[in-house]
């Protein structure tokens, strides 16, 4: 289970104070997948660094009684100046985990070829988010946080399989995924909820969910 109870979190921005979430209180049961859906520049990718632990809330209290992923595209874990091999070892050995597994999959996943060998500071951005993906599927967590989907691939064999891998996921684990697109968030999701004015709404659907945010967007 992941919980935030009376969370809240702003930032000054030189002109005005940026609230993100306001007192907000709301939980995410294991097996119960949600899609979070909020307008570009509402605080999504502080959000979901709340849930990691990689931001500490101004007041209030987050539970977290389960492993939780870092997010999808978190570069923070991995060294740019090793080698996709290095980093992929490097982090099976911090979890615990066998580094010959994690260094297989990631490779067989990220289809880089001679480039997993080579520093990650010669990646270009996508490469990169896909090889931060691979290492996150990698990795025994109960719930996967993932901002704004799939990272942005033009590899086709990439993205067919860890589509797949992420559907198969959703029988055994919880994927919290955060977007503005509701076919992103379909594809992965049941549950819903919207992020606005610093309040987090929970809905039972993605319909429901639809319902508020197309009438806060367009109203």
């Known amino acids: 289970m ?6 809240s979190k702003s930032f000054w921005t030189g002109t005005q104070r940026k609230v993100i ?18 307008p570009n520049g509402t605080g999504k990718t502080t959000l979901v660094k709340m849930m990691a632990g990689l931001e500490k809330p101004d007041e209030g209290i ?12 978190f570069m923070g874990g991995v060294v740019t100046k090793h080698s996709a091999v290095e980093n992929s070892r490097y982090i099976a050995r911090l979890y615990g985990l066998d580094p010959d597994y ?32 691979a290492l996150m599927l990698a990795l025994d967590f109960d719930i996967y946080l993932i901002d704004e989907g799939m990272p942005n691939s033009t590899d086709v064999e990439f993205n067919r399989k860890a589509s797949e891998i ?5 029988r055994t684990t919880t994927i919290v995924i955060v977007s503005h697109q509701p076919d992103v968030l379909e594809r992965f999701a049941r549950r819903a909820a919207v992020l606005k004015d610093g309040r987090l709404h ?13 009438y806060e967007t367009q109203g």
């Open 2 to 7: 992941l919980e935030f109870e009376n969370v």
């Open 21 to 38: 979430l306001d007192k907000a209180s709301f939980r995410v049961e294991l097996g119960q997948s949600l899609g979070i859906r909020a």
């Open 62 to 73: 987050i539970r977290r009684d389960c492993k939780i992923s870092f997010p999808l595209g």
């Open 102 to 133: 994690v260094e297989a999959f990631c490779r067989w996943l990220c289809g880089l070829g001679e480039y997993f060998d080579q520093p990650l500071g010669t990646y270009s951005s996508g490469m990169k988010a896909r090889f931060t993906f």
């Open 166 to 170: 992420l559907r198969e996921r959703l």
């Open 202 to 214: 929970m809905f039972e659907s993605l319909e429901e969910a639809k319902e508020l945010y197309d």
